[in-house]
C-alpha cells in the first residue's frame, strides 16, 4: 500500500554534510521525495512537534538540540513507506541498529542519530501535517 512518510535529517546530519548522503539512501531505497525543504525550529516549534514526549526525561534536551540547527524536512511516498523508512534508518540507539542502517553508519549518540522518521500512519499525518501544507507537497 502506498503510503506517505516524514523524514528529518537532524542538526547533526545537516552540520556534518549528511544531507546528500541520505537523500541517496532514501531514493536507492526507492522512496520518492514529495516534499522537501530547509528549516530551523525555535524552541517552541521544537516542543509542539515533540509534544507526545512531553514530560519524559528527554524532553528538554531533545527540543533543545532539534533547535540548536537547521534540519532538512522531507515527505517520502511509496509502498509501505513508513516501515520501509523505519527499517532504512536503523533503532533509535545506534548501537543497536543494524549495519548498513544510516544510524549505525552515521549515529554519534542516542539523540544524535542524524535521523527521524514517523513511526505509523497517524504520526505520519500529524507530523507531515506540522510542516507541510497540501500546496508544498507533490504527486
Not at 35 to 49: S, V
Not at 66 to 92: F, K
Request: hydrophobic share 40%.
Amino acid at each position: 500500500m502506498k503510503q506517505r512518510t516524514l523524514a528529518i535529517v537532524k542538526p547533526d546530519g545537516v552540520s556534518r554534510n549528511l544531507v546528500g548522503t541520505v537523500l541517496s539512501r532514501l531514493e536507492a531505497e526507492g522512496l520518492r521525495i514529495v516534499a522537501m525543504k530547509m528549516i530551523r525550529m525555535t524552541k517552541d516549534q521544537a516542543k509542539g512537534f515533540y509534544k507526545i514526549h512531553e514530560g519524559k526525561p528527554f524532553f528538554e534536551s531533545v527540543t533543545d538540540f532539534m533547535s540548536s540547527g537547521p534540519c532538512v524536512v522531507l515527505v517520502l511516498e511509496g509502498e509501505d513507506a513508513i516501515q520501509r523508512y523505519r527499517t532504512l534508518m536503523g533503532a533509535t540507539d545506534y548501537t543497536k541498529a543494524e549495519e548498513g542502517t544510516i544510524r549505525r553508519a552515521f549515529a554519534t549518540d542516542i539523540e544524535k542519530n542524524v535521523v527521524h522518521g514517523s513511526d505509523s500512519k497517524e504520526t505520519a499525518r500529524f507530523e507531515i501535517g506540522y510542516f507541510f501544507n497540501a500546496l508544498e507537497v507533490m504527486g
